[in-house]
């Protein structure tokens, strides 16, 4: 007679310890992308990763935008018992909650706005889409698998569903203006946090905060530059600071101008509204915005030996290494270390350089990490331990955190993957890095027209999203996708969480990859 483990009467029986989340964009408030919980995934199964569904949703594209990064709850008390459940946002203010375990519908909810797009206009673009921009978040919803999920609507309102049934926990409020871009949403200590850029629908660019208990909300902006980090702001464990990088303005604090910069803002406890606490602006700031080189990357924010720690971008493609007890040193120009360049030798403002978002963990060992996916060619002086190839369309660049001869911690390069098309932000998980390249045409002049951001023209150019699997230590190929993926990917990212990673694409498609279980 077989005897049965504890594990298997708990599958056998229905009954599921929680999974693993993903409620945010970047996995956390503080961007890290480091699936934390992950125990299926692997360095040894990468390999029998397989395509497990997919699903269509009729979510209107707007421009190049269609679905925002998908989101996991491990496990969601339903009426119809416990459930995996992939919250999928659309841009045309729909969002959708999808059975992990089947890939199949469970509900949806579109929102009835209260903006009414003018006739005779342009339309949706590519910078300014409309629709609903800014990623959904989640939050504990008061008890064990209850949850709340946080969606900004096309007209600014602010709404709280049941992640269970899709249903509106209270009414929706007034957040922002309407037909802004505001991007993903972040929740720390009942606080949402967003920021909006390119003054879309004319609306000024503006940092956001609503306070969940007083409905009250507080606003602060850099005075010209957008900020447009693609995750969203990065929230300070430390310090309850929202961080973000600035772009598209000049850097002049002395005249109140934060952009091309990296600004941090604080809630006043007593009036709920937005103070600036902290702010950076490259040595050659000047020079950047000249060239549009933005510092328009989403943060990531560590502890590394007791300390805490930011690491930013832009699109000049390096790095800059902050302590956040003053992220620009006493001069506000000053951070602990700026990385040579990575890539964009050839300076384009469009189609290389580092975009979304970055990524840090810490190994087994202890060893701490940060990435960034980069566009483009690599930069012929930048030379990496361990290389994978030639890169001719983008890659991963990886860095140890490691203690400089002065004591101090410093970014030291590690490995740089195989080429990927456009390679968007990684994430880890228990060993493995999985990243894409989007085959998105990101190309914004031509020599027949010059500047030309326009859909018609970037749309046919575009090919196809490819998934990989990369040996976290190293960089080395495990697994790729393949032509399994069919359209490309804009404005979105993935999500990995018991087993499974999910991406999704232009054409309105949820793709499932995983391990069969």
């Not at 029998?48 to 990064?69: G, Q, V, Y």
């Not at 709850?73 to 119809?80: A, D, L, N, R």
């Not at 850029?197 to 507080?218: E, F, M, R, S, W």
């Not at 302590?323 to 290389?352: W, Y």
Request: with cysteine.
């Amino acid at each position: 007679m077989k005897c049965l483990t504890f594990a298997s009467v708990l599958l056998l029986t229905g009954f599921m310890t929680p999974g693993a989340d993903w409620l945010t964009d970047g996995g956390d408030p503080q961007r890290n992308n480091w699936q934390k919980d992950e125990k299926l995934l692997s360095i040894t199964t990468a390999k029998d990763i397989k395509l497990l569904w997919k699903i269509r949703f009729d979510n209107e594209t707007r421009a190049m935008h269609n679905l925002l990064p998908p989101l996991v709850i491990g496990s969601v008390s339903t009426p119809s018992g416990p459930k995996q459940l992939v919250i999928q946002a659309g841009v045309s203010d729909n969002v959708y909650a999808i059975d992990a375990a089947t890939g199949k519908l469970f509900w949806h909810v579109k929102f009835e706005s209260t903006f009414k797009e003018a006739g005779g206009g342009r339309g949706p673009t590519v910078l300014c889409p409309g629709g609903m921009t800014a990623n959904v978040t989640i939050g504990p919803g008061g008890a064990a698998g209850k949850y709340t999920i946080y969606a900004a609507s096309w007209d600014g309102r602010l709404h709280q569903l049941n992640a269970a049934d899709g249903k509106h926990i209270t009414e929706p409020n007034k957040f922002m203006p309407a037909n802004g871009k505001p991007y993903a949403m972040n929740l720390w200590k009942n606080v949402v946090y967003t920021h909006s850029a390119q003054g879309c629908g004319g609306n000024p660019n503006v940092a956001y905060a609503y306070d969940l208990a007083t409905n009250k909300v507080g606003s602060w902006g850099p005075a010209g530059g957008g900020m447009w980090g693609r995750s969203g702001p990065a929230i300070s464990a430390k310090h309850d600071t929202m961080y973000t990088g600035t772009g598209d303005g000049r850097w002049a604090p002395e005249d109140g101008v934060y952009g091309n910069g990296m600004i941090g803002v604080r809630q006043n406890k007593d009036t709920k509204a937005l103070d600036l606490v902290d702010y950076y602006g490259p040595s050659n700031a000047e020079w950047l915005v000249k060239r549009d080189l933005d510092m328009q990357v989403t943060p990531t924010i560590f502890s590394y030996k007791g300390k805490e720690y930011m690491v930013d971008a832009s699109k000049e493609c390096r790095l800059y290494f902050m302590d956040t007890e003053s992220i620009g040193g006493d001069d506000h120009r000053t951070p602990l270390q700026r990385t040579p360049l990575i890539c964009n030798e050839m300076v384009d403002f469009a189609e290389a350089g580092i975009w979304g978002s970055l990524t840090s963990f810490e190994d087994p060992k202890g060893q701490r990490w940060v990435l960034t996916p980069f566009w483009g060619p690599k930069h012929s002086k930048y030379k990496a331990p361990i290389e994978n190839g030639v890169v001719k369309k983008g890659a991963v660049a990886a860095f140890k955190v490691v203690d400089g001869k002065d004591g101090k911690p410093t970014l030291a390069s590690a490995w740089i993957s195989r080429d990927m098309d456009q390679a968007e932000p990684p994430v880890y998980a228990n060993g493995v890095i999985f990243g894409y390249g989007s085959g998105e045409n990101t190309a914004q002049a031509y020599p027949d027209v010059g500047l030309d951001f326009r859909a018609e023209r970037r749309i046919p150019k575009s090919t196809r999203a490819v998934l990989f699997a990369l040996d976290a230590q190293t960089g080395k190929e495990l697994w790729n996708s393949g032509t399994q993926i069919e359209k490309f990917n804009h404005w979105s990212g993935i999500a990995v969480a018991n087993g499974r990673i999910y991406i999704n694409t232009y054409d309105g498609y949820v793709y499932c990859f995983g391990i069969q279980q």
